[in-house]
């Protein structure tokens, strides 16, 4: 059974910047492991066709979001090493080139973690803190165009 685009996108992602990130634990969504702290939670939250692009190229926008949470600190305050945390996140999503080499077919020996992906476009649309009990949860928004085989 083909594995289904989001979950293609989440793991992608996920590996790549599990590789590219120390110091906070990087899941997808979909892996059921035990959440330590800090981590990060990549999820694909849904999935259409890339907006201005025929359907017949097979080009999806897929909505996601990367949550880092960290435990707070004293009194509850934002622990102070959230924000390079966060930093490095959103560096390691900004450097497309990298991104791309990692998830995308090469032209070697193919060692992949997920197949059937190509990226082509992230694209950050944004972001929101919250708490929730003794947690501190940055969310990074993004769209990720891709289509779902290799180019």
Do not use: Y
Request: aromatic fraction near 6%; include cysteine.
């Amino acid at each position: 059974m083909a594995i289904p685009l989001v979950s293609r996108a989440e793991r992608s992602l996920a590996d790549f910047l599990d590789t590219n990130l120390t110091g906070v634990t990087v899941f997808d969504a979909r892996s059921g492991a035990a959440r330590a702290k800090p981590h990060l939670e990549v999820r694909a939250t849904g999935f259409d066709l890339a907006e201005g692009m025929p359907a017949e190229t097979g080009t999806f926008a897929v909505t996601m979001t990367f949550e880092l949470t960290w435990a707070a600190g004293a009194n509850h305050s934002r622990p102070s090493d959230l924000d390079d945390a966060l930093a490095t996140v959103e560096s390691c999503l900004f450097d497309l080139a990298a991104v791309q080499a990692h998830v995308n077919k090469p032209a070697g020996t193919d060692n992949r973690v997920v197949t059937g992906f190509h990226l082509q476009d992230l694209i950050l649309d944004g972001s929101s803190v919250s708490t929730e009990d003794n947690d501190w949860i940055e969310t990074l928004n993004a769209t990720v165009i891709c289509l779902a085989n290799d180019a």
